[in-house]
Nanobody, 123 residues
């Protein structure tokens, strides 16, 4: 079994920074692509950005230059550094990892979600 645990959300003033973390544990062989998503009240969940196994990142336009995704493969962890936060960044943030899970017969690629962490940007 695999679990993802997120941390780092909270209340911050506009212009402030937060760093979200997401760590996986369990029968992990390797972690492939990872995405950070967010869901604001009354809105659909959207992809904020992603990072490949090789470390290549992509972001949506609204966070480009403000948010940075990084990963620590030794710790099975991913991070979302958010700078110059704006009220419109307020949302629940979720990590999504595609993990090659060790099974008795081999390995299986499975997608997992973190439990979500709330980010509120307000003065």
């Amino acid at each position: 079994q695999v679990q993802l645990v997120e941390s780092g959300g909270g209340l911050v003033q506009p212009g402030g920074s937060l760093r979200l973390s997401c760590a996986a544990s369990g029968s992990i062989d390797s972690i492939e692509n990872i995405g950070w998503y967010r869901q604001a009240p009354g809105k659909q969940r959207e992809l904020v950005g992603s990072i490949t196994a090789g470390g290549v990142t992509n972001y949506i336009e609204s966070v480009e230059g403000r948010f940075t995704i990084s990963r620590d493969n030794a710790k099975n962890a991913v991070y979302l550094q958010m700078n110059n936060l704006k009220p419109e960044d307020t949302a629940d943030y979720f990590c999504n990892m595609w993990i090659r899970v060790r099974r008795p017969g081999g390995r299986e690629l499975v997608g997992y979600w973190g439990q979500g962490t709330q980010v509120t940007v307000s003065s």
